[in-house]
């Protein structure tokens, strides 16, 4: 029965990879489908090898989704690989090709043996909450942390972030960040913040902090504790979790 599940699973992962590019490349509904991935023990250096020659196959596939692979450094799933492409409409998920037969035995013979499990979610950008940098050299790793907002209270959690948000901007606070809702393949009323970092070093707080920006923006420290009161009584801290950037499993044969 593993091994049935196992091949089911791999059969939907490859149909990922057979996605469309070209909402990649244009305005779009900020679509995003992310799959995490545990390898078999002992395989880890031999996925990553199989995922890199199977990207350099599938590369000048027309329509094919392009996918950032990551390693797992931190909580409960450190060691495991992310693989993320966004960008994407909704439709996109629909789309069909001529060579996906091939696509889908090449995954399976090559890289699929090499994985022991996989999750996989749905995501949506949330760009009006996001602060996300104009230049992206220099960024290796990615803090990600899960909020789930509690029943009844998405209004007043939006509501507080929106007054976050045009603090930070607006403020002087120098840190980047991307907000995604998970529509499906997570908990009910989930939400991810995405922190791009250039390592380790950027766990260091900010100058200036979260801590004066806010309490400058809503009238002193006082008025910024119960703001943030009321806005923590909104959702419950997930988890947290800290990714690098894998740039050879990222290469589909084109990079600069």
Known sequence: MRKIACLQACLLLVALWALPLQAQEAENDGAAVIVMMKAKAGHEAALVDAITEYHQ??????????????????????????????????????????????????FLSDVAPHIDQWERSLTEDMPEFSNLPDDWSGVTHFQVEHWHIK???????????????????????????????????????????????????????PEPSFYSVMSE????????????????????????????????????????
């Open 57 to 106: 196959w599938i590369g000048d596939k027309e329509g094919a989704m392009r996918f950032t692979w990551y390693a797992v450094e931190t909580g409960s799933r450190s060691g495991w690989f992310a693989a993320r492409s966004g960008d994407h409409n909704w439709a996109d998920f629909d789309q069909e090709h001529d060579w996906d037969d091939e696509a889908e035995a090449r």
């Open 217 to 256: 923006a809503l009238g002193g420290p006082e008025a910024f504790g119960q703001f943030m009161a009321e806005w923590g009584a909104t959702y419950h801290a997930g988890e947290t979790f800290l990714v690098r950037y894998l740039p050879e499993a990222s290469d589909y044969g084109d990079s600069e």
């Open 151 to 205: 029943s009844g209270q998405y209004g007043a959690w939006r509501s507080h972030l929106e007054t976050i948000h045009k603090a930070l901007t607006e403020g002087g606070f120098n840190e980047h960040w991307g907000i995604h809702t998970v529509v499906s393949g997570g908990k009910a009323n989930q939400v991810a913040i995405v922190f791009p970092m250039k390592g380790y070093a950027d766990f260091a707080n």
